[in-house]
């Protein structure tokens, strides 16, 4: 049988936060916004509808 994993502690929970906030949820929004943008760019190309002013 295996040994049962130790609790986590306070000192890792608090890096696992920090890296999720600051690495993780940047990371993801830029890849977001970013796929996005390509998505738009990807359908005016074979649609040829560019928007107009």
């Known amino acids: 049988m295996t040994q049962p994993e130790p609790?986590?502690?306070h000192q890792e929970e608090?890096?696992?936060f920090l890296?999720?906030?600051f690495v993780m949820a940047p990371v993801l929004?830029?890849?977001?916004?970013a796929s996005y943008g390509f998505v738009v760019w990807?359908?005016?190309l074979l649609s040829g509808h560019l928007p107009t002013h």
Do not use: E
Not at 29 to 33: D, G, H, I, N, S
């Open 14 to 16: 608090q890096r696992s």
């Open 7 to 9: 609790p986590s502690t």
């Open 42 to 44: 990807f359908y005016q």
């Open 19 to 21: 890296f999720l906030a």
């Open 29 to 33: 929004a830029v890849l977001l916004v």
